[in-house]
């Protein structure tokens, strides 16, 4: 049966330093849930002291309805896979995957049971025999959450487990980790600092800054939604752009925007009062250069094209030097230095008041 995680007013610090702020999230059972966020944001610190291997300075954390702050981690029910891949280079896959419960003194013929399973979910049973030096990136890799899977764990924490892939693997392996929490059911809290995996692999992300967590919720909402510009500028790729405006009002049924070029009115109402500050989002894959495609945005120069294939990339800046990056459907063909109109859905258009908040 998967298993609930609830954090509560969770809290870190070494000596003087506070690196997480009072943390609360609940997990439920079953969920994938992905942590991310910038380097140093508490993501890994969090997942440490879930793991039992970092003290909790203050706050409950509550597993299964139980408060483990003092339970050692071995008797958490927990298993963990860490970005590196750690197995022993004497030992062989088979016995790699059995050591820790050859530690735990499990019988024999259990152990040999749980290791075959884990080899055919990870699809790595023409490889119990080998060393790890005759492995793969990807097949240590799978060797690696192996060994958390013969544990039978209630909860899975990995902590970055891809960052050493190449690009092709890291898809791969993405690939697996999802099929994998299918196939198991267990709940499980994932480290990246890659949106991209969050977004194809999370029931919930959870965005954390600086020891605090920004938004968390299922992946569209913060695609979709973002409570401000930090989320709405880390989830998606490529990033949101943003457009510095005023708000010259508003009513019941629309705002009069100003950007330093152009003047337009958007059919909704907002809160941000007449004459303030706002910034405007929009994602790159939301603006058009068809001629009466949507709302005029910007009139822009063509810095750059790049052809992807299925899309084209045009990195583009409007006449008061603010940039703009817009992705296009298909193979076009666009002159470099050339003049486009941006134009925009108006119910795409993200607007933030001057502290950075969503309006």
């Given amino acids: 049966m998967a298993t609930s995680v609830v954090l509560q007013k969770i809290v870190k610090a070494y000596g003087e330093v506070q690196v997480v702020h009072g943390v609360d999230l609940t997990i439920e059972p079953g969920e994938f849930t992905v942590f991310v966020g910038p380097s140093g944001c508490g993501k890994s610190t969090l997942l440490r002291m879930i793991a039992g291997l970092e003290p909790i300075t203050g706050g409950d954390l509550i597993i299964d309805g139980q408060r483990l702050n003092d339970v050692p981690a071995a008797k958490r029910g927990i298993a963990m896979v860490f970005q590196s891949y750690a197995l ?18 499990l019988p024999k013929a259990e152990i040999a049971v ?12 023409p490889l119990l025999q080998r060393k790890p030096k005759q492995l793969s990136g990807g097949q240590r890799q799978r060797v690696a959450i192996g060994r958390a899977i013969v ?21 791969q392996m993405r690939v ?15 480290v990246t600092h890659d949106q991209v995996e969050a977004m194809t692999m999370a029931d919930k992300i959870v965005v954390l800054r600086a020891g605090v967590i920004e938004q968390a919720g299922p992946p569209l909402e913060l695609y979709n939604n973002p409570r401000n510009i930090f989320v709405a500028g880390f989830i998606g790729s490529p990033k949101m ?18 950007t330093s070029t152009d003047v337009f009115t958007l059919p909704r109402p907002t809160s941000g009062a007449a004459g303030s500050a706002a910034t405007l989002g929009v994602r790159p894959e939301h603006i058009t250069i ?9 009139d822009v120069r063509v810095d750059l094209v790049e052809n992807l294939g299925g899309q084209t990339l045009l990195y583009t800046t409007a006449a008061d030097g603010q940039t703009l990056t817009i ?6 063909q666009v002159e470099l230095g050339s003049t486009v109109t941006a134009h925009i859905d108006p119910a795409r258009l993200h607007i933030f008041n001057a502290e950075g908040n969503a309006i």
Avoid at 96 to 101: V, W
Avoid at 151 to 171: G, H, M, T, Y
Avoid at 327 to 332: D, F, I, P, R, V
Wanted: charged share 25%; hydrophobic share 40%; no cysteine.
């Fill in 114 to 125: 749980r290791v075959q399973r884990a080899a055919e979910i990870l699809r790595i049973e």
């Fill in 327 to 332: 992705m296009l459907e298909g193979q076009l």
């Fill in 151 to 171: 544990r039978e764990p209630k909860i899975f924490l990995f902590d970055e487990p891809l960052s050493n892939l190449d690009a092709e693997l890291r898809v």
């Fill in 88 to 105: 022993y280079p004497h030992m062989s896959v088979y016995q790699n995957l059995a050591f820790g419960l050859e530690t735990a003194k």
């Fill in 290 to 298: 068809t001629p009466g495609s949507g709302l005029k945005l910007a």
């Fill in 176 to 190: 697996e980790i999802a099929k994998l929490h299918n196939d198991l059911g267990n709940t499980m809290i994932y």
């Fill in 241 to 258: 752009n943003f457009l510095k405006a005023n708000i010259e009002g508003s009513d019941a049924t629309s705002t009069r925007l100003a």
